[in-house]
């Protein structure tokens, strides 16, 4: 079955150790690291084998698995390449978690920059023998399922695979079908449902984790929610059905919990995977 976990970053606690170990208790078998959210050091430079180890006692010790390493710079920016290798290393050392991260520029950027600076990134992942994950996003250049197959393509790499966010894959101005009748918009689920069809046909093979949270549109614009609450506007029966006989061990993220319904998140997620269902 799918393991739940969720962004560490989002869960009540004073230290990293105390935040471990409170994912625990609300049932969360994985986190989302980014060390420099929870208190922990994250400048390159500290990236060391001994740091990697105290880490992984601290994990050990909540029971927890690593899931994702956080790097959410800009890979075509050729100037956070340094902190791109620094931390593929790091997930090395770490026993080999996967690094993700997204594209931040803007839809208008050229691909072909991408391409080229992301293959440096890609290359360094393949020498570490750890694997680059890269979330696709409405608002960045990598903005599309073609784009981020295009980019697959040519990175031709097992290094690249991706994090697929349904919710930030959504283009806010094709999301709403019109007036629900009640001061708000109803989804178009024609177009959600072929968006999320084309990113299972192209990139779920090489889908490496799974980012779960819901949304709304208010004024034109995404208002993100936790998963399961009343009112998120995601269909989730493609992406729920594609998991459970696809990718029956995926590690699925929840992101933008809060720590008052963060447990009725968890158990949300676990009733849409049947996981404990008879």
Known sequence: MPQIGVRLHDVAGESASEKMK?????GFHCIQLAPGKVGLPGDPAALTPGYARVVGDMMREAGLGLSVLGCYRSPADESTHAAYEAYLRFAAYLGGCVVGTETNESPASPMDELCRQMEKIVRTAEKLG???AVEPVSRHVLSTPARAKALRDSMASPALQFIFDPVNLVDAA????????QG?????????????AEYIEELGPDTAAIHLKDYYMEDGKQVFIPAGTSGGQLPTE???AWIR???????VLLENTVPAT???SRVYAERLLGIGAE
């Open 262 to 264: 963060a447990l009725e």
């Open 245 to 251: 006989e696809k990718k029956p061990y995926i590690d």
């Open 238 to 240: 493609r992406i729920a």
């Open 22 to 26: 409170t994912a625990r208790a609300l």
């Open 184 to 196: 708000g918009r109803k989804p178009d689920l024609i177009y959600l449902d072929e968006l999320f």
């Open 130 to 132: 750890v694997v680059f």
């Open 174 to 181: 094709k999301a709403s079908a019109g007036p629900d009748g």
